[in-house]
């Protein structure tokens, strides 16, 4: 990783100076909900210096993101600020909409976490590219098209005046995130906000996302602002760090300051907030849970008018063992056919080869011959809001299951076994009777595994179960998942691009690309004595602290 540092040597950096070009002082936003005034943000103060990188990190709810949505102009119809924020000493907080728009989307631009949101799924990608130009910029639709090829390429995106034409959909996820990057610079910036930019990005495709910033900071003069969880990421990228909780800024200084001497506790708690330790290793003589030999799983895709259809093969000729209370990491870039691969060693999709569960043969089984072996074998997905229905309560949610695998049990039982599921993973039985958008992303992910764990199950396939978590909040999931797995005797196969977390919890890993096998072995030939140049590229660019996992 190649950031450049551009603080000057012997400035104070911790105080606005004549290089400042943007300025929030005492910054306060509420909002009125139906249950009263919510204040998200409490006189927050942060500047940014041209062509530095600020940092501000913080858990899921501490004010990060909605400083800056109120900086810019953009918080929900109930927000309200207070305060002042000054872009090159002009006052822009409360400006009309036709004055900062000739500010924010031109001179202040944001690049948000997930960019599938923030395309539009009917519009070309030169469509979305060319519209802030026109608003924004003193640009016509035809010198902003020819600007949006040349944008792409800057980016680095291959064949830019044919990928100009494709809709988001037609790109892979590190494309869409550098079209972000392309729309954001499309008018020259002079701060970039990036919110959680690399969060869903596999490693590699992370690294390469945070390298093509850095070049186009280096480039283009810009400053730049970082929101982010990942204190990884922060370390190597910035020059200043602001830490906020509960919306206020409890710490700020230099990066190397803020990792090598912190001062509050909070900092100190984030910074250890790593998943570290080596899960036990489980004996040979385990019973087996799994077997599989030549597994493949073949799509096929329209390839259009008069033309053949094209077979794509997601996961080819895979074979691997998991033993009883074992857990298999597999890892890999989006794409490499990880997920896939899960659902079909749990007969969820069609496959070719040979699958065996706890001795019985379940090559091709119906769903018939499936449904009573469904309750041992176990699917917790990446997104528990999206998995959890909104119009159940949590007890409901828990239970439902039970209503299909062991029909028997009286609303009584039922609910009973609801409680016990959830004291289980660490939560107060009395919260069976609210619904999931009552809770944070940590406790319906924790609620997931209960539902998960109720019909207590000998095998869970985990799909990126901490990926959209805040580390400290997935520290807490994989102590919750470890303790679990050595009270139950649990086999897990553990799918992640998350490194640090694969390694914390794995006996074996799996690396996966391009729907095969690149390298497989025990987790400390994997991440000590990586033998391929994939799994070496995969490690070097989740940045992993090995003296961490001693």
């Not at 849970?289 to 493949?296: I, K």
């Amino acid at each position: 990783m190649r950031w450049i540092q551009k603080i000057a040597k012997g400035a104070d950096v911790t105080k606005p100076n004549d290089n400042t070009v943007l300025q929030i002082s005492n910054l306060k936003v509420d909002f009125e909900t139906n249950t009263g005034e919510v204040n998200a943000v409490k006189g927050v103060n942060i500047h940014v210096d041209a062509g530095e990188t600020v940092a501000i990190v913080g858990e899921s709810g501490s004010g990060k993101s909605q400083s800056m949505m109120a900086a810019m102009g953009l918080l929900a119809s109930n927000g309200r600020t207070q305060g002042s924020v000054t872009y090159k000493g002009e006052e822009i907080l409360g400006l009309p909409s036709g004055r900062l728009n000739k500010i924010r989307g031109a001179k202040i631009t944001m690049i948000f976490q997930e960019p599938m949101t923030s395309l539009d799924p009917l519009y070309t990608i030169e469509r979305q590219l060319c519209e802030p130009m026109v608003q924004h910029g003193n640009y016509t639709w035809a010198t902003a098209k020819k600007r949006a090829v040349e944008l792409l390429e800057l980016v680095g995106i291959p064949e830019p005046a044919r990928k100009v034409k494709a809709y988001p959909y037609e790109m892979s996820g590190g494309q869409r995130q550098r079209v972000m990057i392309a729309m954001a610079l499309a008018n020259d910036p002079d701060i970039l906000i990036a919110d959680e930019p690399t969060t869903a990005l596999d490693v590699t495709t992370q690294a390469q996302i945070l390298e093509l910033m850095a070049e186009l900071q280096e480039r283009l003069g810009m400053a730049v602002v970082f929101i982010t969880h990942d204190l990884t990421i922060v370390e190597r990228i910035s020059d200043r760090v602001y830490v906020m909780k509960q919306g206020e800024v409890v710490e700020e200084g230099a990066t190397k300051e803020i990792f090598g001497a912190p001062k509050h506790a909070y900092t100190k708690m984030l910074l250890d907030a790593e998943p570290t330790g080596r899960k036990d290793q489980v004996e040979d003589s385990a019973p087996l849970v799994v077997e599989a030999d030549d597994v493949r799983v073949e799509f096929e895709t329209e390839a259009g008018f008069l033309k053949p259809n094209h077979v794509l093969r997601a996961v080819d000729d895979i074979s691997l063992t998991v033993r009883e209370g074992q857990t298999l990491g597999i890892v890999g870039e989006s794409g490499s056919g990880k997920s896939t691969l899960g659902r079909a060693l749990l007969q969820l999709l069609p496959s070719s080869g040979r699958v065996v569960y706890c001795g019985k043969d379940i090559t091709g089984a119906s769903r018939k011959a499936m449904r009573p072996l469904r309750k041992e074998m176990q699917l917790i997905f990446q997104d528990p809001f999206g998995s959890l229905s909104p119009r159940m309560t949590v007890g409901q949610i828990i239970t439902e299951g039970l209503l299909v695998h062991e029909p028997h049990l009286s609303a009584a039982e039922r609910d009973k076994r609801a409680c016990e599921a959830l004291e289980e993973v660490s939560m107060d039985a009395a919260m069976r009777n609210r619904y999931p958008h009552e809770f944070s992303g940590g406790q319906r992910q924790r609620i997931a595994i209960a539902r998960t764990m109720v019909l207590k199950p000998k095998l869970v396939v985990l799909d990126e179960p901490t990926s959209a978590l805040d580390r400290t909040v997935q520290k807490q999931v994989v102590e919750l998942l470890r303790n679990l797995q050595k009270e139950h005797g649990l086999t897990y196969l553990f799918i992640s691009h998350d490194l640090a977390v694969v390694r914390a919890m794995s006996d074996t890993v799996m690396v996966m690309q391009k729907g095969q096998v690149v390298e497989q072995g025990s987790a400390s030939e994997i991440f000590d004595n990586p033998q391929q140049d994939y799994t070496k590229t995969l490690v070097a660019a989740a940045a992993l602290k090995l003296e961490e996992f001693a």
